[in-house]
């Protein structure tokens, strides 16, 4: 019988960094030889061996092993709260013979399996760490938040460095506060300025009359109807952008808030063919959906304190911001016959969030690439944005839509 010790652990612990870019440190016997060592210790071929076997089949076979490795293997077998460890788990923790050849997928599983054995040979568990910096606490605080497995969050929470940080939500953010101030000033209004004469005027909102220019089913996110419009968007894009750009990054999340945008525009422009739009709802309620489904769907595993409370309060925000769009829509406009903004790029974004957002939230280690669900939530997606390609081409000659006059 093996036995960890804090020197040993120690030891480990300091090679960390060195294991996970190593190619050698797994045992040098064929997976074949493995296989007969499991089948003899699996003698009903259930596929799975009891911890206490895979003890015994280390003791026995562990010189095989390196020290570190052995390790390892030991804590996950202690640390396992199922109790028992199915073959292919142990094939990705004892081959070598194709690591050079391993998808991404098993990589990173197997470089989660080391840290996580690392992390418990320290008996520490990432909740009761203490002595951490302000900055390592908010990781940690992050990874809770938005991961809903343990070994998610310990492999996220040793691997995040800040770098980069999570610069697309903020520059996105200071973007749309840049404008609003400058639109403030110009028009000297910062409530309801969708009431000014100039405010369609500028290149930013979206506009029926100005379909033709395709930067305006994009650009319309920088634009508000007033500061309260700005806030309640703003507070959801930081409060929850943020932490998801910081676990999934700044590739995956843009493209959920990109087609959130675009998708809120276009759905605009097919079901309510006369209006114009502003502001980011698009974009930020495809995140917020995606992570609340996330949420839900994981609802055991997820560990963020108050979560109930969290979810009442963001769904409070959403419901709040919706309520303002919808009676902002069916105000008597200020210039006629131009209504005012359209409240459908909503709608748009939670439907992009709860199709493509939660595949994309739901897959940490994956490649998107990799999952086929993702592949057909993308070509619905990418058929719906063709079918409004299309409509705004022909269907409004078609269906003779008389539309406001141009800003």
């Known amino acids: ?66 020290p570190h490795k052995l390790e390892v293997l030991l804590a996950l077998a202690d640390g396992n ?22 998808s ?20 520490s568990a990432l909740r009761e760490e203490v002595g951490l910096g302000l900055s390592r606490r908010l990781v940690r605080h992050v990874a809770y938040e938005t991961l809903p497995r343990e070994v998610d969050r310990k492999w996220y929470f040793d691997s995040y460095t800040y770098c980069p940080p999570p610069w697309l939500m903020l520059a996105i953010t200071i973007a749309e506060v840049v404008v609003f101030m400058y639109y403030g000033l110009q028009l000297n209004r910062w409530v309801l300025q969708v009431s000014s004469p100039y405010f369609l005027k500028g290149p930013l909102p979206y506009h029926p009359q100005l379909r033709a220019q395709a930067w305006r089913y ?34 995956r999340i843009g493209l959920v808030y990109v087609c959130g945008v675009l998708a809120g525009s276009l759905a605009v422009s097919v079901t309510d063919m006369t209006a114009p739009v502003v502001g980011s709802s698009g974009g930020v309620y495809a995140l917020v959906s995606a992570h609340l489904a996330n949420v839900v769907m994981n609802w055991s ?12 309060m963001a769904l409070v925000c959403m419901s709040v911001e919706f309520g303002r769009a919808v009676w902002l829509r069916f105000y008597p406009p200020a210039f006629p016959p131009c209504p005012n903004p359209s409240f459908v790029a909503h709608l748009g974004g939670v439907a992009v969030g709860l199709t493509l957002g939660v595949v994309v ?12 669900l993702f592949w057909i939530f993308f070509s619905v ?21 008389k539309l406001p006059p141009p800003p």
Not at 218 to 247: D, K, T
Not at 381 to 401: E, H, K, M, Q, R
């Open 218 to 251: 994009l650009s319309y996110i920088f634009m508000h109807a007033g500061i309260e419009h700005l806030g309640l968007n703003m507070a959801m894009q930081l409060l929850v952008g943020v932490p998801l750009e910081m676990v999934h990054g700044a590739l």
């Open 361 to 372: 939230l739901q897959n940490y280690e994956q490649r998107l690439q990799e999952q086929s």
């Open 381 to 401: 997606y990418t058929l719906f944005i063709f079918c409004g390609i299309f409509w705004n081409i022909f269907a409004y000659s078609l269906l003779d839509v």
């Open 104 to 123: 991404n997928k098993r990589s990173n599983s197997f470089r989660r399996a080391i840290l996580q054995g690392s992390r418990q040979l320290r008996n």
């Open 1 to 66: 019988m093996v036995n960890s010790s804090p020197a040993v652990a120690a030891h480990a612990e300091g090679e960390e960094i060195e294991v996970l870019e190593s190619t050698d440190v797994l045992p040098v016997a064929p997976e074949d030889q493995w296989k007969s060592l499991f089948d003899k210790y699996d003698p009903e071929n259930s596929g799975f061996i009891s911890t206490e076997r895979f003890r015994d089949l280390l003791a026995a076979h562990g010189s095989e092993l390196d």
């Open 301 to 312: 595993g997820m560990k963020c304190q108050f979560k109930l409370f969290r979810m009442a």
């Open 81 to 102: 709260a199922d109790g028992k460890i199915c073959y292919q788990d142990f094939v990705n923790l004892v081959s070598s013979a194709d690591e050079l050849e391993m």
